[in-house]
């Protein structure tokens, strides 16, 4: 999982010039908005909000590498009903350009097709990407690392 996620952040890497970097200023004004778009993904997923998460997430967004966009949309708005889904703590947020990497704690209660599924503290890497003026998330590699 970590040799995947530093070979796309490599490949993001390159796919950008240096003159793509963001000066301090505009470094904690991108933090504030992916911790607010982080939220926002959470909440739409709680709501099943199809606009909110349509916005979010990239075309080529995948879970894990293996999940992609339209299964995880369709599982999400027909069979996840989503109880809790809470940032545990703050984010830590790293620049390459123009992607971001926010690392952190998530608690997450789900049910899939009315079945409790998803009980637990989840570590997650996000990997967000910065295309026509508005961030959007590509890849988020997730692993339980507490049942509850």
């Given amino acids: ?7 796309l952040l490599l490949l993001i890497t390159i796919n950008f010039s240096s003159k793509a970097q963001f000066s301090p200023g505009a470094i904690d004004s991108a933090k504030t908005e ?3 778009l ?6 739409a997923i709680i709501t099943r909000d199809s606009v909110a998460l349509d916005k979010i997430l990239a075309a080529d967004y ?6 992609a ?6 599982n999400t708005l027909h069979h996840l009903a989503t109880d809790t889904l ?4 703050q984010l830590n947020i790293t620049f390459y350009g123009q992607a971001a990497k926010s690392e952190g704690s998530f608690f997450w209660k789900a ?4 079945k409790l599924r998803i009980n637990g503290e989840y570590a997650v890497t996000d990997i967000w990407i910065r295309r026509n003026g508005h961030w959007q998330i590509l890849l988020r590699m997730s692993l339980q690392s507490k049942m509850r």
Avoid: A, H, P
């Fill in 1 to 7: 999982m970590i040799k995947i996620l530093f070979l």
């Fill in 34 to 36: 992916i911790q607010q």
């Fill in 38 to 43: 982080t939220t926002e993904w959470n909440k």
């Fill in 62 to 67: 995948s879970l894990n590498g293996s999940v």
């Fill in 69 to 74: 966009r339209n299964v995880w949309m369709n």
């Fill in 86 to 89: 809470l940032v545990l703590g």
């Fill in 111 to 114: 049910s899939f097709d009315g």
